[in-house]
């Protein structure tokens, strides 16, 4: 094949570089071609635009395939604990055994957040989304470790950064949801391990001893590992995006925070269970319900299917199945909503109108099913999504940093007026 791909525009001939990745993918350099033709590319949404390489996560829309740094997702959320995860997204290899004990000690000894947060926390009306909060706590960090607002900071820097993000995450993620419902804060519980210290902050009382069901960590565990990173989502090169006008990590991660509520991305998680509820209130059956879809109704989507690029199914979608009947048997939970679900699922997977335009169940589609009957409020769920996704963040941010890429800015075809007079208040019509 050539390593060259040649654009006739006019009759005038430009040579594309072509680069090719590490599983055959193609791609065309169009980085030059404004300064030699003045021509830019059009892509909305950046539907086939490549922001950046990346060694960190390899996904294969068509043939459902998701590998963090070579490892299938498969194997790492059947074997692997979280962290470990986390430590291979950033660090780019599994750890050994030391390598990981000295990891989680580390994390466990940065798990404490400055008590002045609470007073943040307390000037929020009730009933404020949780996502809005976490936003404002993330961001709010930098603030305290002014440190960490040196944009050429050393790699020490970085990994004290990372070490504090990692282990303070959890802890502001169980002060939100405390908060929410009005309870005092639960501290952190150093020897426990990452997901069970979560849970005790989270559904543990002050007044009380909370012992951890392994049913519970387990199932958190894997849903934390399915949405640890998924390569240029929207937020993550939002992440990159910030990063790349040397903006703090805090800061950095706070913006993908933001792009994760929004309902197209990690926000579908809490309207796919709102959507299932208002199926089940209004008495309408799932077949009604895709028939509003279908007719576009008020702009109804399904929630939590389809998908910018897995075309064919999304493998986490599976795990998440799978792991969603196991806690339910497990816990005894008889839920309507997950009849609804699957009732839906059925219909569209053979509807020519999901199956023409290749919509199938994302990771979403299940995973409220599990934090409700894990025992979490619908608001708190992106939040958990994005207590899963921070690893994925870190290592983007780091990966940009250390590529040194250059600050993003994209481009634009101006459509609007052309140079006109100024007209002076007095003639306004
Ligand atoms: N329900 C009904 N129709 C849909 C859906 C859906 N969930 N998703 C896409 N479509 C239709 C669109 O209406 C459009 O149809 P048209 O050609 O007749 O206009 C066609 O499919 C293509 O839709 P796009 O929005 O162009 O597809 P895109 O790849 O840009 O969108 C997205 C992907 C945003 C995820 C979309 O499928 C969607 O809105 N899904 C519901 C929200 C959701 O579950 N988001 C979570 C995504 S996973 C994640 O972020 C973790």
Known sequence: MSDNAILNIEGKE???????GTEGELALNISKLRDESQYITLDLGYKNTGATTSKITFLDGEEGILRHRGYSIEDLAENCTFLEVAYLLIKGNLPNVEELSTFQNTISRHTLVHEDVKLM???YPTGAH???KLMAVMALMSSFYPDSLNPHSQEDDFAVTMNRLLAKMPTICAMIHKHSVGHPMVYPTNNLNYVENYLKMTFGHITEEYECDPVISDAMNKLLILHADHEQNCSASTVRMVGSSHANLYA???AGIAALWGPLHGGANQQVLEMLQEIKDSGITPQQHLDKVKNKEAGVRLMGFG????KNFDPRAKIIKGACDNVLKKLG???PLLDIAMKLEEIALKDEYFVSRKLYPNVDFYSGIIYKALGFPTQMFTVLFALGRLPGWI???KEMRENNEPIGRPRQLYLGEPLRPFIKMSDRK
């Open 252 to 254: 950095s991660i706070s």
């Open 395 to 397: 290592a983007q941010w």
């Open 307 to 310: 998908h910018r690029v897995y």
């Open 14 to 20: 430009y040579n594309l570089p072509i680069h090719k």
């Open 130 to 132: 949780p996502m809005g």
């Open 333 to 335: 939970v008889n839920d």
């Open 121 to 123: 926390l307390n000037a």
